[in-house]
């Protein structure tokens, strides 16, 4: 119940293409989801949120769709760049318990 | 401080000996998580403060393991008589409260020898 599920666990995208990583979750009690960004030897760092009354949210290059009903939701990267290159870990709370994290994806943008 | 600090950046112990690790939130924020993070591997829970309220220590693997939260500020996360498996990056986070950005620190890298 507590798990979300995260895919693919690498990307390789050429720059100026679309990365887009999923995520599914089972607990129809969270009602908060985050997007992290983690470069080597740092911490993550937020990204992008979204609350499940708006069905897409995007800031700059970056989208999260989210669809309730199939308690699925998604990063869209536009335009990647090789900065983007880094490790992205969605995240799902239900303000009772700590943020529960998928597995992390991978993402190598070749320029 | 301008961000979440952790305690020591890096630390190698032998097996069987106890280590602590500090995390030092950001002034203000009620909520503090620990979470660990194998190599290559995605951010595994440990516990969470929220408050005056309960920690959640559903994530704790041990009874090694095992961390308070003094004045409502600071966090120590302690493992006794550590394993070679214990060896992950530890990160700290914390934030204003529920649903609320969640800032972490850069992790203390445990190495168990």
């Known amino acids: 119940q507590q798990q979300v599920k995260q895919s693919p666990q690498s990307l390789i995208v050429q720059k100026g293409g679309i990365s887009i990583i999923n995520c599914a979750y089972e607990?129809?009690?969270?009602?908060?989801f985050p997007w992290y960004q983690q470069f080597p030897g740092k911490g993550p760092a937020l990204l992008i949120a979204?609350?499940?009354?708006?069905s897409e949210k995007k800031e700059g290059r970056f989208t999260i769709s989210f669809n309730k009903s199939a308690k699925q939701f998604s990063l869209h990267i536009m335009d990647s760049q090789p900065g983007d290159s880094a490790t992205y870990f969605c995240a799902a709370y239900t303000g009772r318990r700590a943020l529960t994290f998928g597995s992390g994806t991978r993402l190598q943008v070749q320029p | 401080g301008a961000g979440v600090s952790q305690s020591p950046s890096n630390k190698v112990t032998e097996k069987g000996k106890d280590v602590e690790l500090r995390c030092d939130p950001i002034s203000g924020h009620t909520a503090l998580y620990w979470y660990r993070q194998s190599l290559g591997q995605g951010l595994e829970f440990l516990i969470y403060?929220?408050?005056?309220?309960?920690?959640?220590k559903s994530g704790l693997p041990s009874d090694r393991f095992s961390a308070e939260r003094t004045g409502g500020s600071v966090s120590t996360l302690t493992i006794q008589r550590t394993q070679q498996e214990d060896s992950a990056v530890y990160l700290c986070a914390s934030s204003l409260g529920a649903t609320a950005e969640a800032f972490f620190g850069q992790g203390t890298r445990l190495t168990v020898v």
């Open positions: 607990n129809t009690a969270f009602d908060y």
């Open positions: 403060f929220q408050g005056n309220s309960a920690p959640d």
């Open positions: 979204i609350r499940p009354d708006v």
